[in-house]
């Protein structure tokens, strides 16, 4: 590394001005004064305002989506009359220093009068308190996919497994919190925007339309960004904020939030409980499930992702890749005084996989069926394709029964489970957790809408061929940490037949090509189709014009190892230099009505749902005496398509195990009765560390999708929605061996304790 890669943090501009923002202490209180004539007397402040100021300016950030019988909401800029959550904004200091605008924060005096809180679920549910008077019962949402009436099949039921189960607040945590700079030219009338988000094309959209301001006239701009995990990927209040003021004042103005700021006001995410049952034969198939899942959506939607992330998404694959023949669910997405939830890695997936496979397992314990055998007895298999499940989504394709095979060959199950036995004997616990899963990956407008969440979307991308023959791209899609620029540079060298430093990507900017983010496992599905198309409608043109040259058919010519050649003769060709050449300043070389630009912008949105799959297992070991979690080992077993760089393919799996040791075991958004977040440090909210995650063994299975093209599939989110599964199945495991359980999450210690309290036998050890 050397250390040269520039983020948001480290962009200097001549007289820039800072900001310092004022949050609400209360989760819900009306604001009857703010005296900020101190803080504007303040030495270096240059501008003070409140949301007063805001409000005439911009009406708040419009979050909805067009479903019957959602609620939208408005988040306010600044909040102008009532606060209704901790941390939310109600004034901005702007100054020479940040220093100086900080310090005049503490001078602004602000008299609140507090309301009642919604602080939970169950008091959003009973709507004795309203936590947002635009949301009437504090319900933004509620949805069924499948109504399906399963009263019988749970009757004749041999198994019933059902549990409710409490899934964590969490913050994504990105390494670099968030951050804007923005500066308004008068002269030109442009607005530059320096943001660290995932999504530069649609934050540019909402900013034109939530400042009234010419599109045309703005260019967002994206440098290095230090993590984003979905927390990036929403428009901010600050955002807007931060342009509003560039606009009024004429210089450059700079927001970079601090730790305790990201903790408290950027989305949280995975608030959800699942009260879950799954009905199950003698034979140990399932017959049917039901479940219904509410998620703590906080006091707004977030724009675009709404409350719907969580539950509403989630219930889309609750079945997974399961033969459930009928299923019944509800999701309620409902608002309290807190934080607005948004995307975080696996979105709402995380949570209804964990309470599904817990199920499993303890349907398994339960028949007298290993975890392996139980899952295998049910998952789709070749002979089922095209497979239905009840929410809809048509299954084609998929290595269910390969993965689960391929785990029990790593895991090893006989010889781990007397390894369990001896452990006991020595007052440890080891535990092993399953996940199998398939992945709605490569997230454009048919998957959106499968997923109740109706946005189109697409995106572009330009190849040109230079007149030396090298190769320029230029993409919308945003990197933050994923290696893109190196997937895409391969996808376009690949498809010239071209070494890799021939290859030239541009990005970071909306003066490139449109797109919707880099969102959902995107990235490489997009890549690939919007770099593949361009670069083959460079090609027609390149073929024609070889073709022309060497007297034969267009259909004969190929391209490899920096050669235009007679297909299988390589000798009866020419460098992609020469013809590059020949096409732009040679006129005599061309053929009739040739189009000499070897350039071409081509657009992609896959025609239908591109499914990765995979699974995860976990061996974890419990210390009755500390009641500390280790995981010791963990399994990956991935089918993404054609794996375009398989290191990065590696990378993304490995760093999203480490979020889902973190979201299971230590990570938790803790908030008292009055709503008042207690976590407020990284002392308090516990993230994972190297020595946390233990070394990953990982295998591959390859289903190219014939959606894409190269065969690709998305896989960024796999491991945050099926490996906290694994690791909390392992948990349970573990702790059944003293006929113990844990439903609400993390599997901190305490809760270990807990568990173990509970347990009738804390001695009593079933057969294996």
């Known amino acids: 590394m050397s250390g040269r890669a520039a983020y948001i943090a480290d962009l200097a501009f001549p007289d820039v001005l800072h900001v310092s923002i004022l949050r609400s202490p209360f989760a819900h209180a009306r604001i009857t004064a703010i005296d900020v004539s101190a803080a504007r007397a303040h030495g270096g402040v240059v501008q003070v305002w409140t949301g007063a100021d805001v409000l005439p300016r911009c009406g708040g950030v419009m979050a909805r989506m067009e479903l019957p019988g959602f609620v939208p909401t408005v988040q306010p800029i600044l909040a102008h009359d009532i606060v209704r959550f901790v941390g939310e904004a109600v004034a901005v200091v702007v100054a020479t220093s940040q220093a100086a605008a900080e310090d005049a924060l503490e001078l602004i005096d602000v008299d609140y009068d507090e309301l009642p809180v919604v602080a939970d679920i169950a008091s959003a549910v009973a709507a004795e308190v309203i936590a947002n008077e635009a949301v009437p019962a504090n319900l933004v949402y509620r949805g069924h996919r499948c109504q399906d009436d399963v009263d019988n099949d749970f009757a004749r039921a041999a198994c019933v497994a059902q549990g409710r189960f409490s899934n964590n607040r969490v913050s994504a945590t990105p390494m670099e919190p968030r951050g804007c700079i923005a500066s308004h030219e008068w002269t030109s009338g442009q607005l530059t925007v320096w943001s660290a988000t995932q999504m530069p094309s649609f934050l540019k959209t909402m900013l034109a339309i939530h400042l009234a301001f010419p599109e045309q006239r703005i260019e967002v701009i994206t440098p290095q960004v230090g993590g984003g995990f979905g927390q990036k990927a929403h428009v901010h209040p600050e955002e807007i904020l931060v342009c509003l003021l560039a606009i009024e004042l004429g210089r450059p103005i700079r927001w970079i939030e601090d730790r305790r700021e990201n903790l408290l006001s950027a989305t949280h995410a995975k608030h959800q409980i699942n009260e879950m049952a799954i009905a199950v034969d003698a034979d140990g198939r399932f017959l049917a499930m039901r479940n219904r899942s509410s998620t703590d959506g906080g006091a707004y939607n ?169 190769i320029t791209v230029t ?73 022309h040259l060497l007297q034969t058919g267009a259909e004969r010519i190929t391209l490899s190892e920096g050669r235009v050649h007679v297909t299988g003769s390589p000798e009866q060709g020419m460098p992609l230099a020469d013809l590059a050449g020949a096409a732009y300043f040679a006129d005599a070389t061309h053929p009739p009505e040739f189009d000499p630009a070897l350039e071409a912008t081509a657009a992609f949105d896959p025609a239908d749902v591109v499914l990765a799959n995979g699974g995860h297992a976990a061996i974890v070991e419990i210390d009755l005496e500390t009641c500390l979690v280790r995981v010791d080992q963990m399994f ?78 998305g896989m960024g989110e796999s491991a945050m929605i099926s490996a906290p599964a694994a690791i909390i199945g392992a948990v349970n495991d573990a702790l059944a061996l003293v006929g113990a359980s844990v439903e609400s999450f993390p599997a901190s210690p305490q809760r270990i304790f807990d568990a173990l309290q509970r347990a009738s036998k804390v001695d009593a050890v079933p057969a294996l």
């Open 475 to 547: 993409t919308p899609l945003v990197a933050a940490g994923q290696g893109h620029l190196t997937t895409f540079a391969q996808v376009a060298a690949d498809a010239f037949g071209v070494p890799l430093d021939d290859v030239t990507v541009l990005a970071g900017t909306t003066r490139n090509a449109h797109g919707f983010g880099t969102v959902a496992s995107r990235g490489a599905v997009f890549g690939a189709g919007t770099i593949g198309r361009a670069a083959e409608a460079v090609k027609v043109k390149i073929r024609q014009l070889a073709a």
């Open 302 to 470: 977030s724009l675009p992702w709404t409350h719907l992330v969580e539950s509403h998404v989630g219930a889309s694959t609750l079945t997974g890749p399961y033969r459930i023949a009928n299923f019944n669910d509800e999701s309620l997405s409902l608002v309290t005084n807190k934080c607005p939830i948004g995307a975080y890695r696996g979105v709402g997936w995380s949570a209804g996989h964990i309470a599904r496979e817990t199920l499993i397992d303890r349907a398994g314990r339960e028949l007298g069926l290993s975890p392996f055998e139980i899952r295998r007895r049910n998952l789709v298999d070749q002979s089922d394709y095209p497979f239905t499940t009840p929410t809809g989504l048509v299954i084609r394709e998929g290595t269910f029964v390969q993965t689960l095979d391929r785990l029990e060959q790593m895991v090893d199950y006989r010889s781990f489970r007397e390894r369990q036995t001896a452990a006991l004997a020595k007052g440890k616990l080891l535990g092993l957790g399953l996940c199998v899963f398939n992945e709605v990956s490569g997230v454009g407008t048919r998957a959106l809408s499968f997923l109740h969440t109706p946005v189109t979307t697409h995106d572009t991308a330009t190849v040109r061929v230079e007149p030396t023959g090298k």
């Open 636 to 713: 990956a077993v991935e089918d993404c398509g054609k794996m375009i760089n398989p290191m990065i393919v590696e990378g993304q799996i490995r760093g999203g195990i480490a979020q889902a040791i973190g979201m299971t075991l230590l990570e938790e958004l803790v908030h008292d009765g009055e709503g008042q977040l207690v976590t407020t440090t990284l002392m308090d909210y516990l993230l994972p560390t190297s020595v946390d995650v233990p070394d990953v063994q990982i295998a591959h299975l390859e289903t190219p999708s014939d959606l894409v093209p190269g065969g690709v599939k």
